[in-house]
């Protein structure tokens, strides 16, 4: 009985901390973006675009664990703001494709330089061994909480 809620509060404690730690990510990356004035959410399909080029709007709802709902609101924005296109092809009606207009592809390498020096203040005092070991072991608790669920 001891060791499961030793092992509840640990689990609770490791969520927090990985709270935490998105939370400082995000505030810098914010911080650093301060000017360009997008939302967290817009970041973050910006950042999925420049990875994987053209996607669904299926594709970046699983992505990001949002209702097509809610990013088809984000998508909406970002297209009157010149940054993303739809597209629907006529061998796939189902399917609405989102990439980058001209405009979007510029952002997005801002985006991402700004990025870079968000991450490399929020890391530059630890050492590479750590980030990976760290790395590793979150990947690990991934795998395990997928296959527990």
């Known amino acids: 009985m001891y060791e499961h809620n030793k092992k509840n509060n640990i689990g609770f404690e490791i969520a927090m901390i990985i709270k935490e730690i998105d939370s400082k990510i995000y ?22 675009l420049g990875h994987k080029g053209e996607m669904t709007v299926s594709e970046i709802c699983t992505s990001m664990s949002l209702s097509k709902g809610t990013v088809s609101g984000i998508l909406n924005r970002m297209e009157k703001q010149n940054y993303i296109r739809k597209i629907k092809y006529e061998n796939d009606k189902r399917n609405t494709y989102i990439n980058f207009t001209e405009e979007g592809i510029e952002l997005a390498k801002k985006v991402m330089v700004n990025f870079n020096r968000g991450f490399n203040k929020i890391f530059k005092d630890i050492d590479i061994e750590q980030l990976e070991e760290t790395k590793e072991n979150l990947l690990s608790f991934i795998q395990k909480i997928k296959e527990s669920e």
Do not use: F, G, V, Y
């Open 27 to 48: 505030s810098a990356i914010l911080n650093e973006l301060r000017d360009e004035k997008l939302t967290p959410q817009q970041i973050i399909i910006l950042k999925h």
